[in-house]
């Protein structure tokens, strides 16, 4: 019976949140991918990557910028994604229908087994920092993953609405927070991947710490706060 009274105050939430807090959704302003930079101190990213319209559907980002910057100094590769989703509401459903989708998710789909899985902080100007439910500074999702002989160390966290999070159930308790306070519920995943050159995951490190601020410098126009 408790079970029961908890699910149905859970649903009363639920539609208070949607249907009487938050009846307005507020899209903010913001400079479209389209006019990211493609050279960022010495890296250049040559073309930007394409993904088809099944992957983009399934993905249900509003816009996406996805890149591979190469170093022209040491000729380091660092591949970029970002994936911003306007509102993670669709017209007409209950709830959020259209989430942003983890890597931790994402990757084991494609093949890649999660090897090695930590929370880490990130001192990069220009992140906002210290406004998450456990009151943090910055910090990213650090994963290293393997697929067969091949090793990948992967940085991701969301972006938006002034904070950099990393928990899922912050992620969770925001977007119903923003819904219902602010009727936003935007946001963005930054991600990269650089690949571990024979087992050197230390040298994967300092091409992601050298490149990442760079391009975290330069989304202010494209996350909004």
């Not at 007409?92 to 899985?117: Q, R, V, Y």
């Amino acid at each position: 019976m408790i079970k029961i009274w908890v699910a149905l105050a859970f649903l009363g939430l639920n539609f208070y949140i949607f249907e009487l807090m938050a009846s307005n959704t507020v899209i903010p302003p913001r400079k479209s991918f389209d006019e990211f930079p493609l050279q960022l101190g010495d890296w250049t990213c040559p073309e930007r990557g394409e993904m088809t319209p099944d992957v983009l559907k399934i993905l249900g980002a509003s816009d996406y910028f996805l890149c591979d910057y190469t170093s022209q100094e040491t000729g380091d590769l660092v591949r970029s994604y970002l994936g911003y989703h306007e509102t993670q509401v669709r017209e007409g459903a209950g709830g959020f229908s259209n989430p942003i989708h983890t890597p931790e998710h994402c990757l084991p789909g494609a093949g890649w087994d999660i090897i090695d899985s930590r929370i880490v902080p990130l001192d990069f100007e220009g992140l906002p920092g210290g406004r998450g439910l456990r009151a943090q500074g910055p910090q990213a999702k650090r994963f290293i993953v393997a697929k067969g002989n091949a090793r990948e160390l992967v940085y991701f966290w969301y972006q938006g609405r002034g904070r950099v999070i990393t928990n899922n159930e912050d992620v969770i308790l925001f977007r119903f927070w923003d819904r219902a306070t602010r009727g936003r519920t935007d946001g963005a995943l930054v991600r990269f991947v650089v690949t571990i050159i024979r087992g050197d995951v230390q040298a994967a490190e300092e091409r992601f710490l050298t490149f990442a601020p760079l391009l975290v410098a330069e989304l202010d126009p494209f996350v909004p706060e």
